[in-house]
C-alpha cells in the first residue's frame, strides 16, 4: 500500500459535556496539528498517490471551515462532545467528500483509503480511518 501525508493545523474553541471530561467541561482552546494520510494499493499513470499540493489545498480548506470557531455555536455540532476522535472523522469524511467531488484530481478517484490524525500535543493523539 502506497501513501502520502500532508499536514496543517487547526485552532478551536469547544466545552465537553460529562464527568468523564473534567476541567474540559468548561469552555478551553484546542490547538491540533493535523496529518491527512492518503492511500492507494497502485501508483497513478503518473507514479504517484495524489497531488501533493492539491491534497495540501483540500487538507487547508477543509481545516478553514473550522479553524477559529467556537465549536459550541456551530449548528452542525449541537449537542455533540467534539473530541478529539469525532473532529477526526469530521474530517476525513469532508475530505472524501472532496475526493468523491473531483477536487484532487481524475487520478484521485483510485485513492482506497484516508486516515486523519489530530495530535493533541507532542505525547498524544487520535486517529480516523476510512475506506473511499
Known amino acids: 500500500m502506497?501513501?502520502?501525508?500532508?499536514?496543517?493545523?487547526?485552532?478551536?474553541?469547544?466545552?465537553?459535556?460529562?464527568?468523564?471530561?473534567?476541567?474540559?467541561?468548561?469552555?478551553?482552546?484546542?490547538?491540533?496539528v493535523v496529518d491527512a494520510t492518503f492511500r492507494r494499493p497502485q501508483l497513478d499513470s503518473d507514479n504517484i498517490v495524489v497531488d501533493i499540493g492539491?491534497?495540501?489545498k483540500e487538507l487547508g480548506a477543509v481545516l478553514a471551515d473550522?479553524?477559529?470557531?467556537?465549536?459550541?455555536?456551530?449548528?452542525?455540532?449541537a449537542g455533540v462532545n467534539t473530541t478529539t476522535e469525532f473532529l477526526a472523522k469530521v474530517i476525513a469524511d469532508r475530505l472524501a467528500d472532496r475526493v468523491h467531488a473531483g477536487a484532487l484530481g481524475e487520478q484521485a478517484r483510485g485513492l482506497t483509503g484516508i486516515t486523519v490524525t489530530l495530535h493533541e500535543s507532542h505525547v498524544a493523539w487520535a486517529s480516523y480511518e476510512r475506506e473511499l
Open 54 to 56: 492539491l491534497a495540501t
Open 66 to 77: 473550522l479553524n477559529y470557531r467556537n465549536l459550541d455555536d456551530e449548528p452542525a455540532f
Open 2 to 32: 502506497f501513501s502520502i501525508t500532508v499536514r496543517d493545523h487547526l485552532m478551536v474553541a469547544h466545552s465537553f459535556r460529562g464527568e468523564v471530561f473534567g476541567p474540559a467541561q468548561r469552555l478551553h482552546g484546542a490547538t491540533f
